[in-house]
Nanobody
């Protein structure tokens, strides 16, 4: 199993930057997908960014050009660099991992507890 711990959230002015970290309890080299999700109060959870073990990254249209997801395999850590932050980015941000296990590629997913990001106007 994989345990995930997020950190790096906080309060920032519009236009500022934050870097979120997600530390995994296992080698992220073997984690097929790493995701960052976010959820604002009263709204559905949305996918923000994805990183695959093959090196592919994808972003929601709302954050393209501003957010960057990256991996540091040696530290078992995934980052979300957030620049040019807007009040609309305010949400709880969650790290998630999906692992395809064994020769049958059975999927297992794991979630962190979340970290609050608040962007003031």
């Amino acid at each position: 199993q994989v345990q995930l711990v997020e950190s790096g959230g906080g309060l920032v002015q519009a236009g500022g930057s934050l870097r979120l970290s997600c530390v995994a309890s296992a080698s992220i080299y073997s984690i097929n997908f790493m995701h960052w999700y976010r959820q604002a109060p009263g709204k559905q959870r949305e996918l923000v960014a994805t990183s695959t073990s093959g090196g592919t990254t994808n972003y929601a249209d709302s954050v393209k050009g501003r957010f960057t997801i990256s991996r540091d395999n040696a530290k078992n850590t995934v980052y979300l660099q957030m620049n040019s932050l807007k009040p609309e980015d305010t949400a709880v941000y969650y790290c998630a991992a999906v692992v395809l296990i064994g020769i049958f590629k059975a999927p297992s997913d794991y979630w962190g507890q979340g970290t609050q990001v608040t962007v003031s106007s």
